[in-house]
């Protein structure tokens, strides 16, 4: 029975057997990190993303609601106080608001991308794992496991320093 035992040990087949068996844990919890990754950097970006989501509805609710209104009053009291025509005066004064909305839009989009742009570290890790995966199914038969507990101490790590 020892016998047997110790053959088993030297048999290619056992040690193809056991590198197989160790290469499936170790891509499962590849995926498994990688869900959680992505769970964790999804969650991060819709916080992130609350306020310029908030910014944008938000300016263009006063701009739609209240711009009309005192953009036209700009132009009547530019118009009264300059000696321009009420037609240049509007023109100006839309002009402005032009600006002042292309300026709120553009602070919107910039915050917006900025805070989804935190799943470049799910996407970092996906192609470090494909890659390691890779490597390990061409390599000479034995696989090692240090790139996984890495990929677990870090995740890890990241985890509770949150």
């Excluded at 995966?133 to 038969?141: E, M």
Aim: net charge positive; with cysteine.
């Amino acid at each position: 029975m020892n016998t047997q035992h110790h053959r088993s040990n030297t048999d290619p087949g056992g040690r193809l057997q056991r590198n197989m068996s160790w290469l499936i844990h170790d891509v499962i919890e590849l995926v498994e990190l990688q869900l959680r990754l992505v769970g964790v950097d999804v969650s991060e970006g819709a916080k992130e993303s609350r306020v310029p989501v908030i910014l944008i509805i938000g300016g263009a609710c006063l701009f739609l609601g209240t711009a009309p209104v005192l953009l036209a009053g700009l132009a009547l009291f530019l118009a009264s106080a300059t000696e321009w025509s009420i037609a240049a005066s509007l023109c100006v004064v839309a002009l402005l608001g032009i600006v002042i909305a292309a300026v709120m839009a553009f602070v919107g989009y910039r915050s917006t991308r900025k805070a989804l742009g935190l799943l470049h570290r799910s996407r970092d890790e996906l192609a470090a794992n494909l890659q390691w995966i890779k490597r390990s199914l061409v390599s000479d038969g034995s696989v090692t496991r240090s790139k996984t507990a890495e990929s677990v101490s870090r995740f890890q790590y990241e985890r509770s320093s949150r």
